[in-house]
């Protein structure tokens, strides 16, 4: 998780200087991996058998902790979800060769679907790192294939340490992931925006639809 971070780091060091200057944008990048290193032992984890469900975790921890390092500085969610996107854009962008390959395609491939369907099934029996989540078969012509969630690990993580109001906003991390990586993700709610589950649907190349519901209006 730490070396995911890592990764992130140029993204979201660059989006927040932009805003407060790079001397203030490298404290505050060290204040959040201070943040995300408190957090670790709190944070289920998914398994080596479940790559994708763990791989929402932590992308959701890093936001978590980013959101908790901008709030001394008078950030508020909305705010702070300005400089995660254009470091979520950047970094997307940034993606080149095997990972980005399997950004936007890896979606699609049959053993992920068939590693989707295994895990929901466990998901039911015991959460798998905090989720909960049904596979929907595809329609033809509509979409490929769906998930509903049932149960965010992402959301529970964000309430647990004290950034219930920004978990709403993490939920937009899906659409420029949508638009870059060629998702074609359609979705009318999340559970963190009210709604009573995550209708992901994707069809590979379609537009981005994602019907967005926060109690803040930007």
Known sequence: MMGELARWRPSLVEAIAQREGREAAE??????????????????????????????????????????????????????????????RARFAGMRGMERSMAANGLFVWPMKALSRWIAKRSHEAPVGGWVFDFVEGEPGTFEYGVDYKRCAIRELAIANGAAEFAPYICLADVPGSEVFGWGLTR???????????????????????????PITR
């Open 27 to 88: 404290a505050i990048c060290d204040d959040a991996a201070q943040r995300l290193d408190a957090m670790l032992d709190s944070i289920p984890d998914a398994g080596w058998t479940a790559p994708h469900m763990r791989a929402f975790t932590i992308g959701g921890a890093i936001y978590v902790a980013t959101y908790l390092a901008l709030v001394p500085r008078g950030y508020d969610a909305a705010r702070a979800w300005d400089v995660c996107e254009a470091a979520t």
């Open 188 to 214: 009318t709610e999340t559970i963190a925006q009210g709604g009573s589950r995550c209708d992901f649907r994707f069809q590979r190349g379609a537009e981005t639809r994602v019907r967005v519901k926060l």
